[in-house]
């Protein structure tokens, strides 16, 4: 069971980089990916910022909330159809980003510090392979009609 075990591992070992995100740097988990996803793509709208960001856009207005509170993101809206707003690291912002990624990626070293540099790559080969082939699932035929089910807290209410 694939996906199972993935998700104890994520658990496990993402339970250490949320720790200090959140003891050190007050960010969910959910506002780290937003965040790191901005900072990679800035300029993208909030619908592309969902889509790059693995979440529904319910999810990712919550977290560019939790962003903009913080004086990390801006959302400045497009010019010409102000209901479209494109998402940017503030000077704070990029600043934070600057802190945290350093200790993200430390605690991401010491995770795969148990494999060699041969498993290491043949394991990101394999975890490549396996994602590019996940996402072709939903175009086969017996997984095509599945409905989608929304998440939020307030889709069960």
């Excluded at 200090?20 to 969910?28: K, V």
């Excluded at 529904?56 to 913080?70: C, N, P, V």
């Excluded at 430390?106 to 392979?129: M, N, P, Q, T, W």
Aim: glycine letters at 8%.
């Amino acid at each position: 069971m694939l996906l199972f075990r993935i998700n104890r591992f994520f658990g496990v070992a993402g339970g250490v980089a949320m720790r200090m995100c959140e003891a050190r740097f007050g960010l969910t988990r959910r506002e780290w990916g937003v965040m790191a996803t901005v900072a990679t793509h800035e300029g993208l709208l909030s619908s592309e910022l969902a889509q790059k960001a693995l979440l529904d856009r319910a999810r990712t207005s919550r977290a560019l909330s939790g962003l903009e509170g913080k004086g990390w993101v801006l959302r400045r809206p497009l010019e010409g159809d102000r209901r479209r707003v494109a998402i940017y690291l503030t000077e704070e912002g990029r600043r934070m980003y600057a802190l945290i990624l350093p200790e993200m990626a430390r605690i991401h070293a010491d995770i795969v510090s148990a494999l060699s540099d041969e498993e290491l790559a043949l394991f990101d080969g394999l975890l490549a392979k396996l994602q590019a082939h996940a996402a072709t699932l939903e175009q086969q035929l017996r997984y095509a009609d599945l409905p989608r089910i929304g998440r939020s807290k307030r889709a069960g209410r």
